[in-house]
């Protein structure tokens, strides 16, 4: 899809009796541009049915957008479509931090709220930003699974463990590998021996971790922090002959990894619910385009209220850790 054909769709979207370049009567909805990382990730399709669930309830009107291929110059181009419409607000995860800041500004200076969500944006561009858990949570929560699934000496874990990132300059996965260091402190057994970057994109992901696994061939354990890097990390060590000598685990979508668990390829792994963190994210984007402020706990429907710090930070939920037990029960909501 070329980007001329692909803006275009991105503003009928938008606009269904106007063109991209025409001027229109304000709306009574709230209208709010929802700006996935790529389109065509189960992760963000599971983010757009919460957000359509609190669209319902807040009667607002949301726009789920977003580039073909996760890049920042494709979201740069979604969002210019979104400020040409003069939605109310805008909630984007970021594929690079900084590249879209200059945009968001733009669109800040014509008085439209922007939020982060998932991977944030730079405070510079941006009103507030709600992460699905708090970093060290998620790091601990990565740290303590790798522990549990890599070789037990004298009841503590010992072995080494790679890790499959999305993009050198997410802003998410960035800081969940320094919180992972954090807490490996607490398993001098364990070694991380390398990070690699699959760019979530699967194919690239999946010669990144059988690279890693060819490199070092007493890896206990492949973890991946992205979700579209866990499936093809559990992909390359089946196909490579090695399920039950190196685990697969990180985050990802139950509905992705259910077949990986119960072949024993990942035994159990964690996610927030991107559901939930759609919903919460519409909440609080349509409640700031509405005159709420984030000095105050803002009211998120059924995820309750959530509060931002100083820096603009509100987090949501602490990872779910998911395994043969519950995960086909899962599989079927996302």
Not at 16 to 29: I, N, T
Not at 57 to 62: I, M, P, S
Not at 174 to 192: D, I, S, T, V, Y
Request: proline fraction near 5%.
């Amino acid at each position: 899809m070329s980007r001329r054909i692909f803006i275009a769709g991105a503003c009928a979207a938008l606009l269904a009796a106007a063109g991209c370049g025409q001027q229109s009567h304000a709306p009574k909805r709230t209208r709010v541009g929802l700006v996935a990382k790529s389109l065509g990730n189960g992760f963000f399709d599971a983010v757009h049915k919460g957000s359509d669930e609190a669209a319902k309830e807040l009667d607002a009107e949301v726009y789920f957008v977003g580039p073909t291929t996760p890049t920042a110059e494709g979201q740069i181009e979604v969002l210019n479509a979104l400020i040409a419409q003069h939605v109310d607000a805008i909630a984007i995860s970021a594929n690079d931090p900084d590249a879209v800041v200059p945009t968001l500004k733009r669109a800040r200076e014509r008085g439209i709220k922007v939020v982060s969500y998932d991977s944030a944006v730079a405070a510079a561009g941006r009103s507030a930003h709600l992460a699905p858990s708090s970093d060290p949570l998620i790091g601990e929560t990565v740290v303590a699974l790798t522990a549990e699934l890599a070789p037990q000496v004298d009841g503590k874990a010992r072995g080494k463990f790679a890790v499959v990132s999305a993009t050198p300059t997410s802003t998410n996965q960035n800081a969940w590998l320094a919180e992972m260091r954090k807490a490996l402190a607490a398993q001098p057994g364990l070694e991380l021996v390398n990070v690699a970057y699959g760019d979530d994109v699967s194919d690239k992901s999946y010669r990144e971790a059988v690279a890693l696994l060819k490199q070092y061939p007493d890896l206990s354990v492949l973890v991946s922090i992205s979700s579209v890097g866990i499936v093809a990390s559990a992909r390359a060590v089946e196909d490579l002959g090695l399920t039950g000598k190196v685990k697969v685990t990180g985050l990802g979508l139950p509905s992705e990894l259910a077949g990986y668990v119960q072949k024993g390829v990942v035994p159990k792994f964690a996610i927030w619910n991107p559901i939930d963190l759609g919903y919460a994210t519409t909440q609080v984007v349509v409640q700031l385009a509405r005159g709420a402020d984030v000095a105050q706990p803002v009211a998120a429907g059924r995820m309750g209220n959530i509060a931002f710090g100083a820096d603009g930070v509100g987090a949501m939920a602490k990872p779910f850790i998911y395994d043969a037990s519950n995960v086909a029960e899962f599989a079927k909501i996302f």
